[in-house]
């Protein structure tokens, strides 16, 4: 059979129904073996980015893998950002880039370039992909397929790439005499796994102000019924990071809010008076602990299970002190702490509990002098509204800066809702070729938040979502240039703008005539009272494009300033009310700007 024939029907074996592609000379013969099948379809985009970016978004909402195809060059280099964003977020997607024939490849020449678009795209992408290989020889098609969707899917997840070249893609091949790839043995739980499963449970029972940090490798791991188990033996509160807000609905006794740099005020006052937290999944990176890693939970005993010990290893290294670090599966750990866990008690948590319920009542992230703004849109209050509205099972994918963090502030997740971003990569203009992605994925409501500079970057996208007529809800959250570096550009240069707004020589279109003349329909909503205009938004068929109109000064609040420890948001507390929430010693004051930044 010819060996595009193979991968195509590779491919389709894995379970992926669509692949994101954009043609080119190097690609078309793998695209014209997708194309004579029935059971997967390639699904053209208007760049390869967005392409990158649809596949990672497919890949979460399935749950399986996301595949995207390019050609040699430019086409494979145009996949890099949205390959980066699968890597850091641990995602299974393949890639495939078509490649020069063997026979033009410039191998070990110091030649810059023999083949037309040459270009070494194994060595560009093997930092941010679990493998990246070259095929040049027909007969390791299998083996190189096969291990790559093996190490995409095993172990700590993430990205792989094959750069094939275009005449072997148009090889011929017997299939029944290919190499095969072996898959390792894999390993079982230890008993160094029960022992610190053991010592976990003792921790847990000696602890006074308990708190569970769920992460995304919950979700990764197929763990997410097993965490909700563990928090109901348990009966600890629980402070989801951002990958983790839709593993429990927000109105959940037990949920105290997420924390971190840009979370709720009563997420990290609960985190930093914990005296025992118990993460699962999560590589506390600094968005979340802060830039002063030592000041995280530092009156806590702290146990920390991640799969990969590469990121356990770090923390002595940032000066983070873990008191249990533990290597392990979540799959495993779970299966032997929720043993031990049987007939479970710890200690009486009622003064914790009315702890939590204090600073949570106190710090309402949409507080009522809010809705009382008479000019545009005050993006907490259309958050607030959005989360009345939404469909109960809606996916519901926000873009980057602050359209992300009004959004993970502000939207309050219920139900079977599910929630997703590039977390850890966060590019401006994820949102717009995700949802189209997400949409291919499921029949369920897709609702995208964007921003004016985000939506700006993949903004061709419009023309496959029109095309396709998927009926993704777009809203942007127009502040008229880069709000969160306005913002930072107040704190750290005493407000000198430059490169974020029309005044400072950033260029900003009309992006509802844009979507106008993609053949979107559209709607605008510029105050208060237009905000019921949201349901007749999300009940809208097909797609549709609302902006919503908000003042250019809007900040976003609470968000730390860098030097302080997260419990001490800006803007800051009166000092005296501040310690009066801290149940372990205040630090003492930085010397860093007290404003928003």
């Given amino acids: 059979m010819k060996l595009s024939d193979y991968i195509a029907q590779f491919l389709a074996e894995q379970g992926i129904g669509h692949v994101f592609v954009i043609t080119g000379g190097c690609i078309v013969h793998t695209i014209d073996s997708l194309a004579k099948r029935d059971d997967i379809k390639y699904i053209p985009v208007q760049h390869e980015q967005a392409g990158a970016m649809a596949a990672d978004a497919y890949a979460r909402v399935t749950g ?84 790559a969707v093996y190490l995409a899917r095993s172990g700590r997840p993430g990205p792989v790439l094959l750069d094939v070249c275009d005449d072997v893609q148009r090889a011929d091949i017997d299939p029944e005499k290919l190499e095969g790839f072996r898959i390792p043995d894999e390993k079982h739980a230890s008993a160094a796994l029960e022992a610190a499963a053991e010592e976990c449970v003792r921790l847990m029972r000696e602890a006074k102000r308990p708190v569970i940090i769920p992460g995304g490798g919950i979700r990764l791991s197929n763990t997410v019924q097993q965490f909700r188990d563990l928090a109901d033996r348990a009966g ?7 990958a983790a807000v839709d ?31 118990l993460a699962l999944g999560t590589r506390l990176d600094t968005h979340e602990i802060g830039p002063r890693a030592s000041t995280f939970a530092r009156g806590a005993k702290k146990v920390v299970v991640d799969l990969d010990q590469a990121e356990l290893d770090k923390y002595g290294a940032i000066g983070l002190r873990v008191d249990l670090p533990v290597c392990a599966d979540l799959r495993d750990f779970f299966a032997v702490l929720l043993k031990k866990l049987a007939g479970f008690k710890g200690q009486d948590l009622a003064e914790w509990r009315s702890y939590i319920d204090g600073v949570k009542s106190r710090y309402p992230i949409c507080p009522p002098q ?17 989360s009345q509205e939404l469909p109960d099972e809606a996916v519901v994918i926000p873009d980057c800066g602050g359209n992300l963090i ?176 801290m149940l372990v010693p205040p630090l003492d004051e930085p010397k860093v700007p007290a404003k928003v930044g």
Wanted: glycine share 8%; with cysteine.
């Fill in 406 to 581: 009004w959004t993970m502030q502000g939207l309050h997740l219920r139900g079977r809702q599910r929630l997703i971003t590039s977390f850890n990569h966060s590019p401006m203009g994820y949102s717009v070729p995700a949802s189209m992605g997400a949409a291919f994925a499921t029949s369920k409501p897709v609702i995208c938040i964007t921003g004016d500079g985000g939506c700006q970057m993949n903004v061709q996208e419009l023309a496959t979502i029109a095309y396709y007529q998927l009926p993704v809800k777009i809203f942007l959250l127009d502040n008229h240039g880069h709000g969160i570096i306005k913002q930072t550009l107040d704190t750290w240069l005493n407000s000198r703008y430059h490169a974020i707004n029309t005044d400072s020589g950033l260029a900003m279109p009309d992006l509802v005539k844009v979507a106008q003349a993609y053949g979107i329909k559209t709607e605008s909503i510029g105050s208060h009272a237009e905000l019921g205009k949201v349901r007749d938004v999300l009940a809208a068929k097909g797609p549709i494009f609302c902006r919503i109109d908000m003042r250019q000064d809007q900040v976003l609040e609470p968000k730390l300033v860098f030097g302080r420890p997260i419990e001490d948001s800006a803007p800051l507390l009166d000092r005296a009310e501040f310690k009066k929430n």
């Fill in 64 to 147: 399986g893998m996301g595949a995207a195809l390019a050609t040699s060059g430019p086409g494979a280099t145009n996949l890099l950002t949205g390959v980066c964003c699968a890597y850091y977020d641990s995602i299974p997607t393949i890639f495939i880039t078509g490649q020069v024939p063997s026979g033009q490849l410039k191998r070990a020449s110091k030649s810059r370039q023999i083949g037309f678009q040459e270009t070494d795209v194994v060595s560009i992408f093997s930092t941010v992909t679990k493998y990246a290989v070259l095929v040049d020889d027909p007969k390791r098609i299998r083996y190189e397929l096969e291990k």
């Fill in 236 to 242: 600890f509160p629980v402070a989801p990071t951002w």
């Fill in 247 to 277: 593993f429990l609905p927000y109105t959940d006794p037990r949920v105290v809010g997420t924390f971190g740099v840009s979370s709720e005020r009563a997420g990290n006052f609960v985190v930093q008076n914990a005296d025992f937290v």
């Fill in 370 to 386: 809010y809705r009382d703004q008479e000019d545009k849109v005050n993006p907490y209050v259309f958050m607030e509204t959005l």
